[in-house]
């Protein structure tokens, strides 16, 4: 039977307990550290569309059949019965719009992509056994983040940006990662890079476009120096010129595979650039990677990413020693994402740190589930969260959700918890016994306050409603 | 450091504030307040993501303006002509509610205006817009939940607390004051019995969740009582569409309007960041802007009974390049403008020290040159509409400001 310590790591790592882990998983730490050495997470499987051309393809025929509508819906009434446009091109990929009529409780194709992603993304998280895993996966997928909610194409990319970016490289290199989401289509439109163009590029000159600094700001604010990281606003506008061509093939695939990463040299700012004090000869797509290399191997984006691991899994209360170890580490491993996991949960600060901290929502969801066993659908996922304060692949701003305990400690975040409870409490009540999912759930942490009122609740559902929103199932 | 002082000359409503902070407010009468102060509202919006203030208020007077906005620039005259403001700026044509505030006299305009944030990042701009601190690290509270921290106990103000709009409450009325929360609904209520069991349960266990629990429940029953709950207001769109801004502004109008309800609220509309395809009289931005301008207006319909005594401030973290970048947009910036509106506002004009928009005018030869610290004016509303004194003001409120003088005759 787990120690107390035990079910507070298996929280504060993992994605909480299911039915039976407890009695299962006998040494935590154990747990953990083999998570970390499969050094790989389990595909995120069962979509109807799986791979960056299929989602692309599909995508761009959803464009044509948006526009062919909008064309029959404005051209006048006479000639619309003579020449339906979608009759005019050969694609078999377009269904012409009386096809497209009795679907139409079917919602747009990017947000059944999103849907089917997002369901998905849920099932894996609730499968896995300790979670260690998925819960790195959820902290790079926020570092990194980017918005469904910037327009459609983005809710096309979301989850394929996460499958593709940030999943293979959680227990792999920090540069790997960076490297692969910067040059990620979903990224690249995201923070406006795709449009950006070299002022005395081909492209420049002739369409009297230019640069925009946005990505290249958020990759040494958010991404590697952090905010005081020692770079200047002449730092930010050379990186941006370094990284015009970075960009998304169209539709017609001139460039490169549609809807891909390509770098277009044509667009690319001629010449070499400094930045942050080393110089950069021009090379094209080299000169970008080559300054990415020297970002991800910088001592502030070692120190950046050291602290914001302490935050995210011990507290909001400094663990200097910890932190400089894990900073030690990222600098002499170049950036061994493995090596810090390992370090985290092996350390004595994390392990011992006194739960305190209230889960985010997406943490507290999840937890739920896996203690009911529950396999939600996609409205059971996107609505609760979105309530709660945290939707899928919806931060605020490119700074990701808030790590802080303190921000979601509100009247209305509580409000909404105790809400989110209330109906999972009465979807999960049929053949549970509260008393023993409570055990089940919480092991030694369980405190005679909460297992009192869940004996004395006035139904199943309210019972398991209290079980969820004690202090001690919310807090890690 | 004369006019520093001078500036500090405490109004007779201030110098009570004063005197009340040194005395400890909770142990007067309460008829105290009842003859001197009004019962002012205050709403604070912040825009995240920084406005660009010479789109939103273009000075069309100025002879450098249209050359250095290019495709973007706003006409007087035309299709989609920007609204008369005061013959040298105009308002954006997405904001008509606005415009017409602005000639009833209910609506003024900051212009060049920023903090003392000169860095582009939008998260320590917004975090020292929200905390009043002249550095990005020190987040522990906002300013504005330190201004009813600071206000004498009895009175309404400090009684119903601040009211956070949103799942999270902006950093701006975080802190040691009570704070409300509301959010459009997206879930069928939990049910009295539930809540006031767990009530119990966090009594027992765990103070912060009991104090955030209890406080939820203060909030709801003043949001029932105004109609605010059931499906009919569920969520619509969120902080960044025009809907949504409608919808959170109407519903915390109700809330600051209600007897029992809070005086001061803050609220956050998103999407701000217009890095390409910005757009002119139309577009991305414009779209947000009518959304700022329907949140206008349901302002001043929900809070009308109490509209007299209402002032409305919009504040960014900072504004965007004076030129049009490289993708039809706009890249972080300086100066930029706050909006004031409300019947307690002394309205009809553009407080500015206009920099000028020439290549030389600008800060660092990009943006618009602030010459008015925003600071100043969250100070001259709080000190006009509350009687916060400047000392107060300058060390409990915005720390380490004696320099910066509350704006004065903004409220009337």
Known sequence: MASRQDVVALRRFGLGPRPGDLARIGDARAALIAEVEARRLPPVAGLALTTPAEIAAAFYAFLDAQRAARRVASAPQTQAPEAPPAMQTPDALQPPPALQTPQQAEPPLPQRVFRDEATARVAVALESGVGFGERLAMFWSNHFCISVAKGQFLRAQAGLFEREAIRPHVFGRFEDMLVAVASHPAMLAYLDNAQSIGPNSPAGARRGRGLNENLAREILELHTLGVRGGYTQADVAEFARILTGWTIAGPEGRLGAPGGFVFNPRAHEPGARRLLGATYPEGGLEQGRAALAALARHPATAAHVAAKLVRAFVGDAPAPALVSRLAATFRETQGDLAALALILVRSDEAWNAPATRLSTPQEFYLAAARALGRRPGFGQIAQPLAAMGQPLWQPPGPDGFSLSSAIWTTPEGVKARVEFAAAIGRLGAAGVDPRALAEEALGPLLSAETRQAVARAESRPQAIALLLMAPEFQRR | ?412
């Open chain 2, 1 to 412: 450091m004369n006019e520093a002082c001078s500036q500090m000359t405490p109004s007779r409503r201030a110098a009570l504030g004063a005197a009340g902070a040194l005395f400890g407010w909770s142990f007067l009468p309460r008829f105290a307040f009842a003859a001197g102060a009004r019962d002012a509202r205050l709403i604070v919006v912040v825009l995240r993501g920084a406005l660009d203030g010479l789109a939103a208020v273009p000075p069309i007077g100025d002879p450098d303006y249209a050359a250095l906005r290019g495709p973007l620039a706003l006409a007087a005259t035309g299709e989609g002509a920007a609204l008369p403001l005061d013959g040298f700026f105009a308002a954006h044509p997405a904001t008509p509610a606005f415009a017409r505030l602005f000639r009833e006299r209910q609506a003024l305009i900051v212009h060049a205006a920023a903090t003392g944030y000169r860095e582009r990042s939008h998260f320590d701009g917004q975090d020292v817009l929200e905390s009043g601190r002249n550095s990005p690290a020190m987040v522990e509270s906002g300013w504005l939940n330190r201004v009813v921290a600071a206000l004498p106990a009895g009175a309404p103000t400090a009684r119903r607390g601040a009211l956070g709009v949103g799942v999270t409450a902006p950093l701006i009325v975080r802190g040691p004051a009570p704070v409300l929360g509301w959010a459009p609904p997206n879930l069928p209520p939990a049910g009295d019995d539930l809540v006031r069991r767990l009530g119990d349960l966090y009594g027992q266990t765990d103070p912060a969740l009991s104090r955030a629990l209890a406080r939820a429940v203060e909030t709801e029953a003043i949001a029932s009582a105004q109609k605010l709950g059931g499906a009919e207001n569920r969520a619509r769109g969120g902080p960044a569409t025009p809907q949504g801004m409608a919808q959170i502004a109407a519903a915390a109008a109700r809330l600051v309007a209600a007897e029992d309800g809070p005086r001061i609220a803050a609220l956050a509309f998103e999407g701000w960041d217009t890095h390409a395809d910005e757009g002119g009289a139309t577009g991305r931005l414009a779209t947000l802007l009518g959304g700022l301008d329907q949140a206008f207006a349901a302002f001043e319909s929900g809070l009308k009974a109490v509209w007299a005594d209402t002032a409305i401030l919009v504040l960014t973290e900072f504004g965007r390049t004076a030129r049009i970048n490289g993708t039809i947009g706009t890249d972080h910036g300086v100066g930029t403008v706050a909006y004031l509106v409300g019947g307690a506002v002394r309205g009809g004009r553009v407080v500015a020290d206009w920099p000028g928009l020439k290549d030389e005018q600008l800060y660092e030869r990009r943006d618009l040159k602030p010459t008015t610290d925003v600071r100043a004016v969250c100070k001259g509303v709080v000190a006009d509409l509350f009687g916060l004194s400047g000392m107060v003001l300058a060390e409990r409120i915005f720390p380490d400001t004696a320099a910066i003088g509350p704006m004065k005759g903004l409220v009337a």
